[in-house]
């Protein structure tokens, strides 16, 4: 299986930018799909996820700006990131988990807020 990740840039802070993340490869089924960011300096964090049945969770730090959803016939993943901050910057990872318990990760997307 492989991630590909897509939609990351420089961005002034206040405005917006959509990550996408496309599966690949030998999928039987896709089961939560989640992103990740990793800040210079500090551990990775989980952003969000949403389950096989569209059930959605967000870190505190997001919630009410970004919105994850999936297009299961495209086995993709998407985050919305409006109203973003200096501090929303970092690399941006997806990972999905599928069928028997294994998980991937994607490559990461670099998502740099600044004026």
């Known amino acids: 299986v492989q991630l590909q990740a897509s939609g990351g840039g420089l961005v002034q802070p206040g405005g917006s930018l959509r990550l996408s993340c496309v599966a690949s490869?030998?999928?039987?089924?896709?089961?939560?799909m989640a992103w990740y960011r990793q800040a210079p300096g500090k551990t990775r964090e989980l952003v969000a996820h949403?389950?096989?049945?569209?059930?959605?969770n967000y870190a505190d730090s997001v919630k009410g700006r970004f919105t994850i959803s999936r297009d299961n016939a495209k086995n993709t993943v998407y985050l919305q990131m409006n109203r973003l901050k200096s501090e929303d910057t970092a690399v941006y990872y997806c990972?999905?988990?599928?069928?028997?318990?294994?998980?991937?990760w994607g490559q990461g997307t670099l998502v740099t807020v600044s004026s």
């Open positions: 490869g030998s999928i039987f089924s896709i089961n939560t």
């Open positions: 949403i389950t096989s049945g569209g059930s959605t």
């Open positions: 990972r999905v988990w599928v069928g028997g318990g294994f998980d991937y």
